[in-house]
């Protein structure tokens, strides 16, 4: 019986870096860089972190006691400074560092200048109320630029920041407030969702009514109409910050300084609080933001996250700020007023690089080409893909309405890792639905259970040495942390089954625990969802393992059908067959069933095992990221 998951995946088109990007990327050869990087690692690092500044310098790049790792060890430092006050000191001062775009077409510019000078007020606004480095701080508001500041001032005077996605029910967020204890809470009177005004307030009241942590709450107030505040508790994001000074010199920390702490859901029971810190997390956001995306100082770049999801921390905030970046960050849905709002906004402000999820992705498939086809796209240089394995199909349809030319930078990564760990360069010969290669620096690999590489075929993603934006622990629960350590001793393991082919390119599939047994033959659910949206009736789907009597499990799939699609049995049919032909016997769903939506989390991943649990009659477990 295997222990290895088989892989049944077929795509064999290989696409050529651009020679136009090449010449002029950062990177030209990914095979000797990445041989140099690994060669020596700490020496690699060592070179990032001093194009960045340090108070003080480190006296040792890595101490590494198994499996917990410090880096620059000794070394002072703040992200924050990094992020802001390197670049007033410079022309960049003011250049744009943030365009916002609210839902109905509002539009805010702040200048690193601008922004530098609204974060220190913030900080001075914080040092007011009594907080003192190490101290946490819960910010709970829309995508609007005040997350922004909200974040760089916690970090500039050494409080830790959690940032709570605002969807979040008043549950949730109370369990992330007890847990890490916050003094206080920023948030909003509103947000909006499709014009519909979304209350957060009363979230926040309910949860705060069940925290005796929660000294103050600062409310940005976007309605005329907002309730009064409660004084003294209570404060106005404008009154609180009116008189504050523009000027607050940046906490010299030490690089081991916990920056945040993001709580990322578990298959079971409480989330987990990932901690990540100053020095290795600046260093290996920084450099992935410029080398992924060949960032360059005329690049408008757009990423379409939230910074309540660690794909808005790394690669909205502190990555491209870290680089002196231009961000462009937008509120609302793709899909909102129409299904050509994000390619509107990429030719009105000239967007160069575009980084968006599989999940988005699928969505616009669904409205057809016609609605790209109406935009200027050719400002796009650099485009990328996260938050899960994209499949073949969505891959083909980015690459092809964004004009068939720009590279598609497919990035695994996780929370935990903090910064993206395998991925192409733009030099990087491309294979649609591979996340290629790893970074620079990174050693990773497919092993089976006992430890061993699997040389071509599929097994578990591990990373077998520490880097820099490593999370530190979970926090309060350091035995949660060991279990990334333990599982296959010697490694990290990322707990995504991968399979690796004969070039060395690795092709995630999604979680361990969404692999289905069929017969002895493990098969990842990420395939045969990736077999039947390529179907042309298709436009998204998920696959969960069944118990059967003599199979051990059989495949049901959920799909949902393009507009104008109707379910039909010769439908169901033609699906069963389609992944007859792609993949083979071994993966054909026994049951697929019609669905009008899938249980996501708020970040866009499948939530598989709610789907298992609903049909098994079962504990789903931790649902609080759940977005419906």
Known sequence: MSENIETLQRSTRVIPPSPDITANAHIQDYETAYMQSVVNP???????????????PWNKVLEWNYPWAKWFVGGTCNIAYNCLDRHVQTWRKNKVAVIWVGEEGQERILTYGELYRQVNKCANGLKSLGLNKGDRVMIYLPKIP???????????????HSVVYSGFSATALAARIEACEARVVITADVGYDRSRKIPLKPVVDEAVAKCPSVEKVIVVQ???????????????????????????????????????ILYTSGTTGKPKGVVHVHGGYMVGTYITTKYVFDLKDEDVYFCVADPGWVTGHSYIVYGPLLNGATILTAEGKPDYPNPGRWWDLIERYGVSIFYTTPTAIRLLMKFGEDWPKKYDLSSLKILGSVGEPINPEAWEWFHRVTGGTKPIMDTWWQTETGMIMVTPLPCVPLKPGSATRPFLGIEADVMDRKGNTVEHGGGFGVIKKPWPSMMRTIYKEPDRYLLYWNTIPGVYTAGDVCHKDEDGYLWFMGRADDVVKVAGNRIGTAEVESALVSHEAVVEAAVIGKPHQTAGEQIKAFVILKQGQEETPDLIKSLQDHVLQELGKIAVPR????????????????MRRVLKAKELGQDPGDISTLEE
């Open 222 to 260: 976007r309605e005329q109409s907002a309730s009064p505040l409660q004084a003294p508790k209570e404060l106005d994001w404008e009154d609180w910050l009116k008189d504050q000074s523009p000027k607050c010199e940046a906490e010299a920390l030490d690089s081991e300084t916990p920056l945040y």
């Open 591 to 606: 049951e697929i069933e019609v669905v009008p939506s899938l249980p996501k989390t708020r970040s866009g991943k499948i």
């Open 42 to 56: 700490e020496k690699f690092w060592d070179g990032i972190a001093k194009e960045l500044h340090w108070f003080s």
């Open 146 to 160: 005040e997350q922004i500041v909200a974040m760089l001032a916690c970090a500039r005077i050494g409080v830790i």
